[in-house]
């Protein structure tokens, strides 16, 4: 088990890598904007309808498991001039990055052009090495609160990378998200980090801290390590109560799983439960990246035996079945992913998230770096929501929220807000 204070080796794909052996170049939070920076420029002006083949060739890249036929389509499409710059950006900013390498150093390397797979080399180790690291500050602290006798469930991060993805390189995460049993626990989970060094992100005020525990807008502490560059998020719930997505907590530690992180097992959300929380996330997101959607689709087909009627009847009584189903809908359509014939025909009688795919899809690949009004994402918002008292709570919440941070009331400062002063 790895010891508090100290640094662990992590095994990794064989390979017994010590987190000594990194520079601070690694140990960092590497964001998609942080990658995007070792990148070169590249000009904006480009529509997406002009890049149809490199968007093509990204969703045929963004898996782990490519067939002979996905392959022979990788190959033709690169005989095609492809504006490798778009690509290369795209696959950054959209999160799945490692997978476009592996798929193209994989298939046909000598294809791609020389400069590009270096680029592409030097980021995919920059990621794998930085998710090494992480890692290995997560079974540092996992440790730590187990010694303490903290019950903690990492999600996410190097757990999702791990169980769905099958190796820690293959997904961009750049932070730690570890949530709790009980709302003592994560004080107790915040006072130890504190002793090693954390700050909390905000700055915010212990007496901050405990009235976010008690805020319907807030889910998780984010605290992060000036000098290791960490950020952990002590989570006491998966989505804040305004979000609508009320789970089970007691039912939901019963299901818990495990997973290999190296030679250390660690508790891991079920594969039903993270499934419905990866679709109320990535909804809440609005689906902004195509790693929200290979995040479903590798799930799915790392497991197989899914008990689906058990998922579909948790989704009912969350009032979260039209999220599940759009991120299940999603996953099919750009990424291929079988599902089941009963869930097929659910969703064709849903014309609302058919409603939301195009609303997606729309967006997903831009024409240009625009973000959407105000009024289109709370549509979308809305839309997503089926119960009339949860619409009407998010419109209560959200006007709350930007009235809140907008004018910096001590609405802001009671609940730990940023804005609030």
């Known amino acids: 088990m790895a010891t508090p204070g100290k640094r662990v080796g992590v095994i990794i794909s064989g390979s017994n890598v010590n987190s000594n052996n990194y520079t601070n170049y690694y140990s960092y ?21 002009d890049n149809a083949l490199e968007v093509e060739l990204l969703l045929c890249c963004a898996r782990t498991n490519i067939d002979s036929n996905r392959s022979q389509i990788i190959r033709k499409l690169l005989q095609k001039s492809l504006d490798w710059s778009y690509l290369t950006h795209t696959a950054v900013r ?59 469930v990492p999600f996410k991060g190097p757990v999702l990378a791990t169980s769905a993805y099958r190796h820690l390189a293959l997904r961009q995460f750049g932070d730690l998200d570890i949530l709790f049993n009980k709302q003592e626990d994560v004080l107790k989970a915040r006072n130890l980090l504190i002793s090693l060094g954390y700050q909390n992100a905000e700055q915010l005020t212990y007496e901050q801290e405990i009235a976010q525990l008690q805020s319907p807008y807030v ?15 002590l989570h006491w719930q998966l989505r804040a109560n305004y979000s609508a997505f009320p789970l089970d907590y007691e039912s939901l530690w019963k299901r818990l799983t495990s997973v290999s992180l190296g030679d250390t097992k660690v508790s891991n959300l079920s594969p039903e439960d ?61 990424l291929e992913v079988y599902l089941p014939t009963e869930v097929r025909q659910k969703l064709q009688t849903e014309p609302s998230v058919m409603w939301l795919v195009n609303w997606v899809r729309q967006r997903l690949f ?5 973000s959407s009004p105000i009024f289109n994402q709370a549509l979308f918002d809305l839309v997503c929501l089926e119960d009339l008292q949860d619409k009407g709570n998010y419109l209560r919440d959200r006007s709350n929220l930007l009235i809140a941070k907008k004018l910096r009331l001590g609405f802001a400062k009671k609940y730990g807000l940023p804005g609030g002063k």
Request: with cysteine.
């Open 29 to 49: 939070k590497v964001t998609s904007e942080r990658l995007m920076n070792i990148l070169p420029e590249r000009s904006r002006q480009k529509q997406v309808a």
């Open 94 to 152: 959209h999160g799945v990055m490692p997978l476009l390498y592996r798929s193209l150093s994989t298939i046909c390397p000598e294809v791609v052009p020389k400069d590009i797979l270096t680029k592409l080399k030097a980021l995919f180790e920059t990621n794998a090495a930085h998710n090494r690291f992480l890692t290995s500050s997560l079974l540092q602290l996992l440790n730590l609160f187990e010694k303490h006798d903290i019950l903690a």
């Open 219 to 233: 889910k998780a502490y984010t605290y992060k390590h000036n000098e290791l560059r960490v950020i952990v998020e």
């Open 274 to 334: 993270e499934i419905l929380y990866l679709c109320a996330h990535g909804s809440g997101d609005r689906w902004q990246k195509l790693l929200q959607i290979c995040d479903i689709a590798e799930v799915l087909r790392t497991h197989q035996n899914l008990n689906w009627q058990e998922m579909l009847e948790q989704a009912i009584r969350l009032c979260c079945q039209r999220r599940l189903f759009l991120g299940l809908f999603l996953a099919q359509e750009f």
């Open 366 to 370: 831009p024409k240009a770096q625009e």
